[in-house]
């Protein structure tokens, strides 16, 4: 059984930081990273690994956020910085399985960002 716990979050003002981190269990995962989905929006890439080892990050995140992975133990990390009220939305973490190539989702965290 696969699971995906994500911690961290919360409210924090603009030009502020937060740091999220995800504990993927039950599998190996050939690729992690982070998506987030505000109000009334689709879901959007964050930041992640692809299975091929490359690190991707969203046009209007990089240079503030940084992603990190430790393969051993299946954990991810975001760390974000100089916060603007956009980046307000619930924040998953997403793994896809090694062997399986499954799609798996954290439950989310909220990340509210005031002007």
């Known amino acids: 059984q696969v699971h995906l716990v994500e911690s961290g979050g919360g409210s924090v003002q603009a030009g502020g930081s937060l740091n999220l981190s995800c504990a993927a269990s039950g599998s190996r995962f050939s690729a992690m990273g982070w998506y987030r989905q505000a109000p009334g929006m689709q879901r959007e890439l964050v930041a992640g690994?692809?299975?091929?080892?490359?690190?991707v990050y969203a046009d209007s995140v990089r240079g503030r956020f940084v992603v990190s992975i430790n393969h051993a133990k299946n954990t991810t990390a975001l760390q974000m910085n100089s916060l603007k009220p956009e980046d307000t939305a619930v924040y998953s973490c997403?793994?896809?399985?090694?062997?399986?190539?499954?799609?798996?989702w954290g439950q989310g965290t909220q990340v509210t960002v005031s002007s």
């Open positions: 997403n793994a896809q399985g090694y062997y399986s190539g499954g799609i798996h």
């Open positions: 690994f692809t299975s091929k080892g490359k690190t």
